[in-house]
């Protein structure tokens, strides 16, 4: 399977907002689970939220009511859009296509004033 291609990240202050993309190449996104992860320098990588073939969403609590996740079928891509950062937000988000284990390169996300 090939891994996703994450972007989007950047730099930002502490309450902006950052939307970062997860394109798929070969694999059917609307087809599958995808996940959104992230990992703190330091860290384990922790999951962020998901998005279900059928269009549910679900969030972790450290990101609930900040972060939305969203589908695009035509892009076959998957998106989270970032609010209300902090600077607990650093890390590097990946996305995950399924149950794969072909992880990208992520992207990074740095909340600093």
């Known amino acids: 399977q090939v891994p996703p291609v994450e972007s989007g990240g950047g730099l930002v202050q502490p309450g902006g907002s950052l939307r970062l993309s997860c394109v798929a190449s070969?694999?059917?996104?609307?087809?599958?689970?995808i996940y959104w992860y992230r990992q703190a320098p330091g860290k384990q990588r922790e999951w962020v939220a998901w998005i279900h073939t059928n269009g549910r969403t679900n969030y972790s609590r450290n990101v609930k009511g900040r972060f939305t996740i969203s589908r695009d079928n035509v892009e076959n891509a998957v998106y989270l859009q970032m609010n209300s950062l902090t600077f607990e937000d650093t890390a590097t988000y990946y996305c995950r296509l399924g149950s794969s284990n072909d992880w990208g390169q992520g992207t990074q996300v740095t909340v600093s004033s």
């Open positions: 070969g694999t059917i996104i609307r087809d599958n689970i």
